[in-house]
């Protein structure tokens, strides 16, 4: 069986976790103990030298990175739907990721780590970022339902999790309309799992 380890609390492992729930696959869940440390203990630098959650593990494969854990389960279990194999829509994918893996990261991200875990972080530069990524966000969205494709992917799943937690630092979604409809698109999928302090977009 899989074994993920993870912070409960954190966005990167909830998004392999709604991954795993929408490919319907059993896991064990492994709680790696921040406070104390656990995640930069030698056993666990074994599986991920950057001493991070989330990694995977699968019978004799290990997989460090929530957006490369999503392309293994897409391309492993996904029976092609999540991650396409025509050049330009897997480009378009991978854009994406790496947009979760950067903008999102040093943007929503940051401002969570902040006020709700009280993390220093340079609040303009954040803030800044945030903007920018939901504009740019909004305005695909006004014209597509999905991210990066026609249909939904793990694009989506992966910028997912610091959007629909960007409330927790005081980041107010309400002006972005076509932000919100892809969130409920994403909150309706079947296998759909939430975590504390996520927010549910309400009908409108
Ligand atoms: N690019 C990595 C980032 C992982 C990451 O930042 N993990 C955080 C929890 S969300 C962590 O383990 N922080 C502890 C640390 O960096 O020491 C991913 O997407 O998995």
Same mark, same amino acid.
């Given at each position: 069986?899989?074994?993920? /380890?993870?912070?409960?609390?954190?966005?990167?492992?909830?998004?392999?976790?709604?991954?795993?729930?929408?490919?319907?696959?059993?896991?064990?869940?492994?709680?790696?103990?921040? !406070?104390?440390?656990?995640?930069?203990?030698?056993?666990?630098?074994?599986?991920?030298?950057?001493?991070?959650?989330?990694?995977?593990?699968?019978?004799?494969?290990?997989?460090?990175?929530?957006? &490369?854990?999503?392309?293994?389960?897409?391309?492993?279990? !996904?029976? !092609? /739907?999540?991650?396409?194999?025509?050049?330009?829509?897997?480009?378009?994918?991978?854009?994406?990721? &790496?947009?979760?893996?950067?903008?999102?990261?040093?943007?929503?991200?940051?401002?969570?780590?902040?006020?709700?875990?009280?993390?220093?972080?340079?609040?303009?530069?954040?803030?800044?970022?945030?903007?920018?990524?939901?504009?740019?966000?909004?305005?695909?969205?006004?014209?597509?339902?999905?991210?990066?494709?026609?249909?939904?992917?793990?694009?989506?799943?992966?910028?997912?999790?610091?959007?629909?937690? &960007?409330?927790?630092?005081?980041?107010?979604?309400?002006?972005?309309?076509?932000?919100?409809?892809?969130?409920?698109?994403?909150?309706?999928?079947?296998?759909?799992?939430?975590?504390?302090?996520?927010?549910?977009?309400?009908?409108?």
């Amino acid at each position: 069986m899989m074994s993920l /380890y993870e912070f409960a609390l954190s966005g990167n492992c909830h998004k392999v976790r709604l991954m795993l729930s929408l490919l319907g696959l059993d896991y064990r869940s492994i709680a790696v103990n921040g !406070g104390q440390r656990q995640h930069k203990s030698p056993a666990f630098i074994a599986m991920n030298p950057f001493g991070q959650v989330p990694v995977l593990t699968d019978g004799t494969v290990t997989i460090r990175d929530s957006q &490369a854990i999503l392309v293994y389960l897409a391309k492993h279990y !996904g029976k !092609g /739907y999540w991650l396409p194999d025509q050049a330009d829509r897997l480009a378009n994918v991978i854009a994406w990721l &790496a947009t979760a893996a950067n903008e999102v990261a040093q943007g929503p991200n940051r401002l969570r780590l902040h006020y709700q875990f009280g993390r220093p972080v340079n609040l303009d530069e954040a803030e800044q970022i945030t903007a920018n990524l939901l504009h740019i966000m909004q305005i695909r969205l006004e014209q597509h339902d999905w991210l990066a494709d026609d249909q939904a992917s793990i694009a989506d799943i992966a910028v997912y999790p610091y959007i629909a937690l &960007a409330p927790d630092g005081k980041v107010d979604l309400v002006s972005y309309p076509a932000i919100l409809v892809w969130m409920r698109k994403i909150q309706a999928l079947p296998g759909y799992v939430s975590m504390p302090g996520m927010w549910i977009a309400q009908q409108p």
